[in-house]
């Protein structure tokens, strides 16, 4: 699954932190992919139930999420755990690009 770094300015207005996180575009891709290499159907209506609710549940943890973001490693185990529901191994880890220098920019 792809992830990509953001800076999020502190909530207080005293600098930022780098978060590691992801698209939902990158986890629905990340879940057909893993379906369709494990031989299932990833349009089933099992499958496509399964993905509305890892949605659902990404929605959720983004819009509480200072800087409004799916963390990524909150999408690794979410998606982990709603593929296990299959039988179906969790995808590797991609690359992960590096993080932009953790510095308070003026």
């Not at 509480?64 to 982990?80: N, P, Q």
């Amino acid at each position: 699954m792809r992830t990509t770094h953001s800076r999020i300015p502190d909530a207080f207005g005293k600098g930022s932190t780098v978060v590691e996180h992801v698209f939902l575009d990158d986890v629905i891709e990340a879940w057909d992919a893993a379906m369709t290499r494990a031989g299932i159907d990833p349009t089933l209506p099992a499958s496509v139930a399964a993905l509305r609710d890892l949605l659902d549940k990404a929605g959720v943890l983004t819009l509480s999420t200072w800087g409004m973001v799916y963390k990524a490693e909150h999408a690794r185990a979410d998606l982990a755990s709603a593929l296990a529901a299959f039988g179906v191994d969790a995808p590797a880890e991609s690359a992960i690009e590096a993080p932009p220098e953790d510095r308070v920019l003026h």
